[in-house]
């Protein structure tokens, strides 16, 4: 059972554009949860990361939108750059650190210039 | 920021061969490491949870005598890949955490195996 739902499978965006990234979730047991950016031949990067008492939360140019009642959440990548092609995935646990993450089947970003 | 290392980067070894995998906490100390698989354009599937001083609790369809982990001290767990087939071929990544509260999980950059 795949506890975590993502999408799009690849993303194309146009340098400066908005990069969306969606994310559903089906366990409520779930507390925390992660995006993390990962290059080819590289383990994944912690990007940002939200708990659900917040709907909202920014870094940079990366924010977190989340939405507790739909079980939804979402990253957005703001003036998108070429180096931010990568593939990110979201992922959720519950608490942070010593609990496995699940992750979801990632998305493939391509920022043309 | 915490450090997660993982050696070796990339290992390519004859059928039958077993093959271990390490992966340090630099510079912190982790008392629990994961350990995933990854294949190719493909999510993170979790194999098994490490505990430093006890055995390792596997996920569902992992076989643990395929692959055996040890956690000897609070930086070291080890993966190791017993007589090893083409199918076992994958991208093996670990993370750990510090131990302080709300600390997210920090990965190594993964060891690909390749079986021939």
């Known amino acids: 059972q795949q506890q975590v739902k993502q999408s799009p499978q690849s993303l194309i965006v146009q340098k400066g554009g908005i990069s969306i990234i969606n994310c559903a979730y089906e366990?409520?047991?779930?507390?925390?949860f992660p995006w993390y950016q990962q290059f080819p031949g590289k383990g994944p990067a912690l990007l940002i990361a939200?708990?659900?008492?917040?709907s909202e939360k920014k870094e940079g140019r990366f924010t977190i939108s989340f939405n507790k009642s739909a079980k939804q959440f979402s990253l957005h990548i703001m003036d998108s750059q070429p180096g931010d092609s990568a593939t990110y995935f979201c992922?959720?646990?519950?608490?942070?650190?010593?609990?496995?993450?699940?992750f979801g089947s990632g998305t493939r970003l391509q920022v043309q210039p | 920021g915490a450090v997660v290392s993982q050696h070796p980067s990339w290992v390519i070894c004859k059928s039958g061969t077993s093959v271990k995998i390490e992966c340090r906490s630099l510079?912190?100390?982790?008392?629990?490491m994961f350990w995933y698989r990854q294949f190719p354009k493909q999510s993170l599937m979790l194999m098994a949870t490490?505990?430093?001083?006890?055995?390792?609790?596997?996920e569902q369809g992992v076989e643990k005598d395929k692959f055996l982990i040890n956690h000897a001290s609070l930086t070291l767990s080890t993966l190791t890949v017993t007589s090893a087939h083409p199918e076992d071929s994958s991208f093996y990544i670990c993370?750990?955490?510090?131990?302080?509260?709300?600390?997210?999980?920090?990965f190594g950059d993964g060891t690909r195996l390749s079986i021939l």
């Open positions: 993370s750990a955490t510090e131990p302080r509260l709300n600390q997210p999980q920090h």
């Open positions: 992922a959720a646990s519950m608490g942070t650190g010593r609990r496995a993450l699940t």
């Open positions: 939200i708990r659900p008492d917040v």
């Open positions: 490490s505990n430093e001083g006890s055995k390792a609790t596997y």
């Open positions: 366990n409520t047991a779930f507390d925390y």
């Open positions: 510079d912190f100390q982790a008392t629990t």
